[in-house]
């Protein structure tokens, strides 16, 4: 079964503290990873999409890596409004169905 | 990038009724697809909508319950039937693009619902 998993739940950071999140995935015929942002209330925005091992793309302080079975979402010196819950999906099938994780709460603080 | 817009964004209904939720994108799309998000959970793919034929419905979803009407190729509705507070979530759209970097899935502000 097709399955995307998501660590750690929840991350806590200092203000330009780095770090980075997990996203292990196991999709039979992996079409792309997505990365999306999600505020409260909002629906998810989307950051990268990742097609290969090795593929790697950055977007201000944000950089998706991938491997053959996980990807990474690295945020150097975050900011306060970098704070919002981070969703990874991949994508499988002849159509665009995307299979999302749990998400990983991050909280940015001060 | 594609703009999506729904409506309501929000309502409280009464449990046995039924809720229409629109969609509506800024530029012609071939495949449109409606989400679930339960309280405190992920997104959960719903159905996919292709204009003029009938939508593909995942696994424990059902068309009875989640009836879906694609009429062109800028719109959608999907309606959800004789509610139960279980359907108490929210509801989002999305479309997918494509540009020089490759694919992406955009999504709507999102319909939150909530059945008393």
């Known amino acids: 079964e097709d399955q995307v998993t998501q660590s750690p739940e929840a991350l806590r950071l200092q203000e330009g503290e780095s770090s980075s999140l997990n996203c292990s995935y196991t999709?039979?015929?992996?079409?792309?990873l997505f990365w999306y942002r999600q505020d409260p209330g909002k629906g998810p925005e989307f950051l990268f999409t990742l097609y290969s091992a090795g593929e790697e793309k950055e977007k201000e302080r944000l950089k998706a890596t991938l491997t053959k079975k996980e990807s990474f979402l690295h945020i150097t010196a975050p900011k306060p409004e970098d704070s919002a819950t981070y969703l990874c999906?991949?994508?499988?099938?002849?159509?665009?169905?995307?299979?999302f994780g749990a998400g990983t709460r991050l909280a940015v603080h001060p | 990038s594609a703009v999506i817009s729904q409506k309501p964004s929000r309502d409280i209904c009464q449990r046995g009724t039924s809720l229409t939720i629109q969609c509506q994108v800024d530029s012609q799309v071939t495949m449109m697809f409606w989400y679930r998000q339960q309280p405190g959970q992920s997104l959960t793919l719903i159905a996919t909508a292709n204009q003029g034929s009938e939508a593909t419905y995942e696994s424990g979803f059902v068309i009875d319950k989640f009836p879906i009407s694609r009429p062109n190729l800028t719109f959608s509705t999907l309606t959800v039937s004789n509610m139960s507070p279980e359907d108490s979530s929210i509801y989002l759209c999305?479309?997918?693009?494509?540009?020089?970097?490759?694919?992406?899935?955009?999504f709507g502000p999102g319909t939150r619902l909530t059945v008393l």
């Open positions: 999305s479309v997918e693009g494509h540009n020089q970097a490759g694919r992406e899935q955009f």
């Open positions: 999906a991949g994508s499988s099938g002849g159509y665009n169905k995307l299979i």
């Open positions: 999709v039979s015929g992996l079409r792309g």
